[in-house]
Nanobody
Framework: QVQLAESGGGSVQAGGSLRLSCVAS????????MGWFRQAPGKEREAVAR????????YYADSVKGRFTISRDNAKNTVYLQMNTLKPEDTAMYYC????????????????????WGQGTQVTVSL
């Protein structure tokens, strides 16, 4: 099993920045892609960003392109989400996710769901 622990959420004003962190622990041998989802009250869960094990491949939702940056430090088993120019519509619970880099996993098809999830960290953006 892999455990994911997020941190870095909080409340900011529109236009501000936050950096989320997610540390992976447990059975983390092998290669993993990691990423972030978010869910606002009354809305469906949305994939925000994903990064490959080596960091060379990234995906961003259209709604965050140019504002959010995903990165990872494999030596620390940590993935980050730098969020700039935050908007009220970014308000949501943000969840870290991970999956083994196997064919047919979430790493290769966003139609699939990640295997591992964190508990979430709240991000609130006010006007």
């Amino acid at each position: 099993q892999v455990q994911l622990a997020e941190s870095g959420g909080g409340s900011v004003q529109a236009g501000g920045s936050l950096r989320l962190s997610c540390v992976a622990s447990g059975d983390i041998s092998g290669t993993y892609c990691m990423g972030w989802f978010r869910q606002a009250p009354g809305k469906e869960r949305e994939a925000v960003a994903r990064i490959s094990n080596g960091g060379g491949g990234t995906y961003y939702a259209d709604s965050v392109k140019g504002r959010f940056t995903i990165s990872r430090d494999n030596a620390k088993n940590t993935v980050y989400l730098q969020m700039n120019t935050l908007k009220p519509e970014d308000t949501a619970m943000y969840y870290c996710a991970a999956d083994r880099s196997l064919l047919f996993s979430w790493c290769y098809s966003r139609a699939n769901s990640p295997t591992y999830w964190g508990q979430g960290t709240q991000v609130t953006v006010s006007l």
